[in-house]
């Protein structure tokens, strides 16, 4: 894609952008340098806040993008059950405000036919567009878990951003697969994975035909997308699989799954010991040998490791795991009940604060925890500041080639690199270098309220309980007083205090607490 978005350039070289924003512009800007100053190595490496553990604190560093003063207050007077039942019910929240704004990226609510036609080949592809809704929903929208749950199938399910026909199809199935069924049960998230004319391209099983099968979609539903590569199938049953999905394929006109029986493989078979029904109702047979599959022991393992992993930890426990797949294997394969049991699950308490946030994960906190809004640009070459910052981070949605997925542990993201590129995006919203991302000006003002007449120490605590939900340590307030001339003893005045805040925000939130969750 040659839109801005979707090939997002490096800026690990400190030259300017178009937009004049630059390593060197941001360091030396208001916050003179504050990493430099702090230390990069001692601020990556020491406890810059801490606090006694808060259930609900925790359940939103992992359930939603990022925890806000708002929303913390809001589960503190609802409850954790009733939140979680909320959040478990998207369709009773109200998302209307989420949702207007989506609507200005119009490609969203298109079919293919009608995305061929508003966007000809002598037009920039809406690809773009999905991209940045992405970025919207998951600072902005109420419905957290529900967020949380489609970024997480986009990446079980991935789909790669290739060229124009990828991103149309995209476009469309994530609105009528991936979010229509991403807390309802797996079984009918495969089949219609299996059915969507993106996976059906992307992997290539829209041209595999009787005689002539390809195995690419056949190999990666069983070793990703269900049982695991240690889940008992054979080269055979990948063959088979192959043989029973041919004649899937895609409507050249409409862009929808159309199945053609003359490119259908009608023998019989034989996958990992389910046997071909001796019906003719050819096309339904894969449809049952699909939801025959998600009840697999072996498929319910594989994908539960794999949610763990993502709100849990790299290596979740055993005992976990175990009470994920029962509530699979007694729902059906229904997604809250597993969700239920991991969060009532001792091993969810006990890792609190350990798993490392992936770089949207950190592009969410850093905008949820400032509370900044975001504004719908025109197109994709509005984006060139959030382009330069963002994309070093390496993680832009839908441009991961593999249909693994982008990772899910800290060491394929833990880096200097990927340190200084934080910084840098964290800089550019906190001071505003973004044009799209904007703090209100009342956010500001109540803090600088909330810091009047406080010491050094106490104005520390209040910026970073606002930010972080925890008080700085010792050796935090050591290194921001350091940065800023201040002591334990010192009373910024009104307008040191307005001068510090971004200072301050930036050192907890890209300290090595600010970068788990």
Not at 76 to 86: K, Q, T, V
Not at 246 to 266: E, M, P, V, Y
Not at 458 to 468: G, T
């Amino acid at each position: 894609m040659t839109e801005q978005l979707a090939s997002m350039p490096s800026v690990e070289a400190p030259s300017e952008n178009a937009d004049g924003v630059s390593r060197r512009g941001i360091l030396s800007s208001p916050l003179k340098a504050a990493f430099i100053a702090l230390g990069g190595a001692a601020l990556a490496a020491c406890d810059f806040t801490s606090s006694p553990y808060d259930r609900n604190v925790h359940l939103l560093r992992r359930l939603t993008f990022g925890p806000s003063s708002p929303e913390l207050a809001r589960i503190r007077a609802m409850g954790e059950s009733a939140w979680l039942a909320e959040q478990l019910n998207p369709a009773t929240i109200n998302t209307s405000a989420t949702d207007a704004k989506i609507a200005g990226l119009t490609s969203l609510a298109m079919t293919y036919s009608e995305m061929t036609i508003a966007y000809p080949a002598t037009v920039p592809s809406p690809g773009w567009q999905l991209q940045f809704a992405s970025v919207i929903r998951s600072v902005e929208s109420p419905a957290q878990l529900f967020e949380r749950m489609v970024e997480f199938w986009n990446d079980h399910f991935n789909i790669y951003f290739e060229d124009r026909r990828h991103q149309f199809y995209k476009i469309v199935e994530d609105r009528e697969v991936i979010r229509r069924h991403a807390l309802g049960k797996f079984s009918d998230l495969l089949v219609a994975s299996a059915q969507s004319p993106a996976m059906l391209l992307y992997l290539d099983n829209y041209i595999s035909n009787v005689g002539a099968i390809n195995e690419n979609y056949a190999r990666e539903v069983l070793e990703l997308h269900t049982v695991g590569v240690e889940g008992g199938y054979t080269e055979q049953d990948v063959v088979s699989l192959a043989r029973l999905l041919t004649g899937w394929g895609i409507a050249g006109t409409t862009g929808q799954f159309k199945f053609r029986i003359a490119r259908h493989d009608t023998a019989p078979l034989t996958i990992m010991g389910w046997t071909r029904p001796s019906n003719t109702n050819y096309m339904s047979h894969g449809v049952q040998f699909l939801q025959w599959l998600a009840m697999r022991t072996e498929t319910a393992r594989n994908v539960c490791t794999k949610i763990a992993r993502r709100f849990v930890s790299d290596k979740p426990e055993p005992a976990l795991i175990n009470a994920m797949v029962e509530a699979w294997a007694i729902n059906g394969s229904a997604i809250i009940p597993v969700l239920q049991a991991m969060v009532g699950h001792p091993s969810f308490a006990a890792s609190a604060g350990k798993k490392y946030r992936r770089p949207s994960d950190f592009l969410a906190f850093v905008m949820r925890a400032a509370r900044s809004t975001i504004a719908v640009p025109a197109a994709s070459s509005d984006l060139n500041s959030f382009n330069n910052l963002y994309g070093s981070l390496n993680q832009i949605p839908f441009r991961w080639d593999a249909p693994n997925g982008y990772p899910d542990d800290e060491i394929s993201w833990l880096g200097a690199g990927g340190d200084l590129a934080r910084w840098n995006l964290a800089g550019g919203i906190l001071l505003h270098a973004i044009p799209q991302f904007t703090i209100p000006s009342g956010v500001t003002d109540a803090l600088r309220a909330a810091c009047a007449g406080r010491s050094a120490p106490e104005i520390y605590d209040v910026i970073s309980m606002a930010v972080m939900q925890e008080n700085t340590t010792e050796v935090g307030k050591k290194l921001l007083n350091k940065q800023l001339g201040w002591s334990n003893t010192s009373r910024p005045t009104s307008s040191q205090i307005a001068m510090a805040i971004s200072t301050i925000m930036l050192g907890v939130i890209c300290s090595v607490d600010g970068n788990y969750r």
